[in-house]
């Protein structure tokens, strides 16, 4: 559904009405949106376009020797042994220990045992080389401050030795010297970090973090389990994993990148491992990009995805967890993020297995989103998956079980992958923007917006419209399955510009109050067929040609009176025939029959094609009711009312005849009826607002009588 007006409680006649006016005021686009619409394509627009996300990850990231696990016991060691108050030290003469400050002055290996009750191991190297800290089973915990520090290194390596446990934990307040917030974490450095090995990490930061780096922070093994007030891993420049077994309870992100001033920083790169992330705030956050080629991530973000999601006033999701209604407007400041994979340049995914429970967008990017590959199970409280920019699919399985909207971008490219979407409103929407993160979305030119289709296959489950383009449309291959709305205020299709048709399978049932079929400019034919009655959810609808070949068997999973069938076997002056109920064999997915035998249903029309677009009654074939020339969307006369092109019950709306509404209007008039309705859909006036100004004209409110 658009969500342009601040107001959504219209009546179907209203908004077929003030379709119907911007309509024909928009049919002068339509060409222009035609003619740009090749140039528009979330692959262009996306930083990793038709790039390998892990090739792109090893150029991005790059793993020296040190970064590996090696057997520490050939290098030249330094043995710390921890006594609780303070340290022995045994072997070369790089540290120092001070009571319960233990200082490493020079690089070099530095086997780590035993516990340190109220203590700290800093790191204040005065030569370039790597610092290697071999913890060997550990307990270090500091009330004032970093138990660990790394003040000054070229480069420090944490290895966790096999088979040990190591603790790490801090107190809540810090006694900081100087203005500055340094350090703050349980494990703090201002220079690269590396953590390898193979034993056991646990971090409990009270103050703040877990883990944080002020430059690079690599992870190549080890098992982590972090615990944070805050956030539980950050880096500054770069947060990259090779591998390990991270387990993260934040109360702010779990995992996160900051650099904000370089655009070739802040970037988080995953090439494996095992994530389970639980995070008051965002599960992984990058400034920049986030590009993960592989790994399991088990991710909860906001005490996950609501029981209900419900619209609130203005246009957003209004979420319910229990018996505790939250209404939320979605924002960029942290404290009310709470996105499962977010990033403000990129996220690409090219592999893994993902289980995404969030309150907020389960994968999120401020310019634009790749998918290449992996598994994604997606259930949230608002978009599965928002670019801003582009989203773009060449892969994947993507589940989004629960959302407000499903898939939320300015240009949408589908170029393959097996997408499946339940949402409380839009399963795909082009253009809207209505989470808060990108206003300029709603106010970008309606040329610029595209739903591209060239492959893979799409089942939509939606509460508001199924395809919903405040643009246009492409599609050249692949399949689409719609089971649409039951209101009248939406539509299984709803587009602005165009829909051109030349190859793919769709077919899209729901409501008729809006009901849309593709352009009749297309290449491929298509029929819409609107029913007499609303037709049962599960209900059989079943089209063949004239030698009995099915076209379509398909059961929707909701109550449906239109649908609309575009397939590469319709052909021109093709006869075909058209049932309802009666049973189906054969394998089927989300009511879809893909092959076996149909029977004992009852025909329910018979027409043959002959433009591009068939529109069909149960007499036969009809005309679509018409705001401009054509007949596919807006300003194609592409809206469909009920079975007589009428209102959502078949009645004439206003009284009418079911033409033109406002047919005893001069031009003038009705031109200011026009701009008066299109600016309440814009949200830049209120609907008692647009009354007032119609009642001005002597205009009724269309359906203002009706509840």
Request: charged content about 20%.
């Amino acid at each position: 559904m658009k969500r342009k007006s601040k107001y959504t409680n219209f009546t179907v006649s209203l908004m077929c009405t003030a379709l119907l006016f911007g309509c024909s005021s928009n049919s002068s686009n339509s060409n222009t949106a035609t003619k740009n619409i090749s140039k528009i394509d979330a692959e262009s627009l996306s930083t990793i376009g038709n790039q390998n996300i892990a090739d792109v990850i090893s150029k991005t990231v790059t793993y020296d020797k040190d970064d590996l696990y090696s057997d520490w016991k050939s290098e030249d060691t330094t043995f710390i042994q921890l006594t609780g108050t303070g340290a022995t030290l045994e072997g070369g003469g790089g540290a120092i220990a001070d009571g319960n400050i233990i200082t490493i002055k020079t690089s070099g290996t530095y086997l780590i045992s035993g516990n340190l009750n109220d203590g700290q191991i800093i790191v204040d190297a005065e030569d370039k080389g790597t610092v290697r800290l071999v913890l060997n089973g550990v307990d270090i915990h500091s009330s004032t401050s970093a138990p660990i520090y790394v003040k000054k290194a070229e480069k420090t390596v944490i290895s966790l030795e096999e088979g040990t446990e190591n603790y790490i934990t801090d107190g809540q307040k810090y006694n900081l010297e100087g203005s500055e917030d340094e350090p703050n974490a349980a494990i703090f450095s201002q220079d690269n970090l590396t953590i390898n090995g193979t034993g056991k990490l646990v971090v409990k930061g009270d103050y703040n973090n877990g883990i944080t780096s002020k430059d690079e922070l690599k992870i190549t093994g080890g098992i982590l389990e972090i615990e944070a007030t805050d956030d539980g891993l950050m880096g500054r420049d770069l947060l990259a994993v090779k591998d390990g077994n991270i387990t993260i309870k934040a109360d702010g992100d779990a995992v996160k990148s900051t650099n904000d001033k370089d655009a070739s920083k802040g970037i988080i790169a995953i090439e494996g491992g095992t994530f389970n992330l639980t995070a008051a705030n965002d599960g992984i956050q990058a400034e920049t990009s986030l590009l993960i080629a592989d790994g399991d991530f088990n991710i909860s973000t906001g005490g996950g995805s609501p029981e209900v999601i419900e619209m609130k006033e203005n246009g957003g999701p209004r979420l319910e967890q229990g018996n505790t209604m939250e209404k939320t407007t979605v924002t960029e400041k942290e404290s009310e993020s709470a996105k499962g994979l977010k990033a403000g340049t990129e996220v690409a995914v090219g592999g893994g297995a993902f289980n995404i429970n969030a309150l907020d967008d389960a994968i999120h990017s401020n310019n634009s989103v790749t998918i290449t590959g992996g598994t994604l199970a997606i259930a949230t409280g608002d978009d599965g998956i928002h670019g801003d920019s582009a989203v773009l699919t060449k892969g994947g399985d993507i589940t989004i079980s629960k959302s407000y909207e499903g898939i939320e971008s300015t240009v949408i490219t589908i170029a393959d992958g097996n997408i499946h979407i339940n949402a409380s409103d839009d399963g795909i929407n082009i253009g809207g923007g209505n989470d808060g993160s990108n206003p300029d979305m709603q106010s970008s030119s309606s040329e610029n917006r595209l739903l591209s289709i060239r492959g893979g296959t799409v089942y939509v489950n939606s509460q508001g419209d199924g395809l919903d383009s405040n643009g246009s449309i492409s599609m050249t291959g692949g399949t689409v399955i719609v089971s649409g709305p039951t209101n009248n205020g939406n539509g299984p299709l709803d587009y602005d510009q165009t829909f051109d048709m030349s190859g793919g399978f769709l077919i899209a049932a729901g409501s008729s109050g809006m009901a849309q079929a593709p352009s009749d400019s297309s290449k491929q034919y298509s029929m819409l067929m609107t029913y007499p009655s609303t037709q049962k959810a599960g209900t059989i609808l079943h089209l063949e040609d004239s030698e009995g070949n099915t076209i379509a068997t398909f059961a929707p999973e909701k109550d449906y009176q239109t649908v609309s069938i575009s397939s590469p076997e319709l052909k021109k002056d093709g006869v075909y025939t058209l049932y309802s109920g009666g049973s189906a064999t054969g394998s089927q997915a989300n009511g879809f029959y893909k092959d076996g035998d149909y029977s004992g249903g009852t025909k329910v029309v018979q027409f043959t094609t002959e433009d591009s677009v068939t529109w069909l009654n149960e007499s036969g074939i009809t005309t679509a009711r018409s705001g401009g020339p054509g007949g596919g969307g807006p300003g194609e006369g592409g809206r469909s009312g009920g079975p007589d092109g009428g209102g959502p019950d078949g009645e004439p709306p206003n009284g009418g005849t079911g033409g033109d509404m406002f047919s005893n209007l001069d031009d003038e008039t009705k031109a200011k009826v026009e701009e008066i309705m299109e600016k309440e859909r814009e949200g830049t006036i209120t609907r008692e607002e647009a009354q007032a100004q119609l009642k001005e004209l002597g205009v009724e409110f269309p359906g203002s009588k009706r509840p």
